[in-house]
């Protein structure tokens, strides 16, 4: 997370200030300084990079996973309030959130303490659980499915390819600058969840679109 206009994944530092200690603390100071006029951005520790550096593509990249999540998510909300599927993307939102902060703090020791938010193993874990135990309530694969099927698949499917080019952003930003292992298991297993709640989606919505190879030709 950096940045120098607000507080999205991806904004902290310049106009928002985090401290990390026991509990993160927001202080939105204001809306714009002016201080990223000259096309750099701030990182957690203060220092400052271009807008266009590989680490902060990716940032922006979790970012738009997080909006696209926020939109899918929202498809899924019923008027009896949040069900126990949107409680679980929420969970995510939130760790999209850490892992920006986590891309936006320089180093190489990636333990995390007081003053660094880092992504954990037991959050990868989680999402592991997730998938398997979605994965135990769908039949196996016959063939590759089409993105769609109903509409709340369809934004969820849309919300899984955007995580999958955050990903590739977060490989590449890795080549240049030290990454957290975790982070990067982190967005390669939400992909993998994402695909699966699709599937899972559509298992009451009258099913996944098949993949009919060759059929127009």
Known sequence: ????????????????????????VVKLNKIYTRTGDDGTTGL?????VSKTASRLHAIGEIDETNSALGVAIQSLVTDEGETLLVRELR?????????????????????PSAMELRI?????????????NANAQLPPLSSFILPG???????????????????????????????????????NRLSDYLFTLCRLINATRGGDI?????ASR
């Open 210 to 214: 098949l993949w009919e190879p060759g």
């Open 149 to 187: 099927g109903s509409w709340p698949a369809a934004q969820m499917h849309m919300a899984r390819a955007i995580s999958r080019r955050a990903e590739r952003a977060l490989v590449a930003a890795s080549l240049d600058v030290a990454i957290n292992p975790q982070a990067l298991h982190y967005m």
């Open 120 to 132: 954990v193993s037991s959050q990868v874990e989680w999402l592991e659980a997730a998938i398997d």
């Open 91 to 111: 969970r995510i939102q939130n760790d999209l959130f850490d892992l920006g902060a986590d891309v936006a703090t320089p180093g190489e020791s990636f333990e």
């Open 44 to 48: 957690v520790d203060g220092s400052r």
């Open 1 to 24: 997370m950096a940045g120098d206009h607000n507080c999205a994944p991806g904004h902290i530092g310049g106009r928002c200030r985090i401290a990390i200690s026991l509990a993160i």
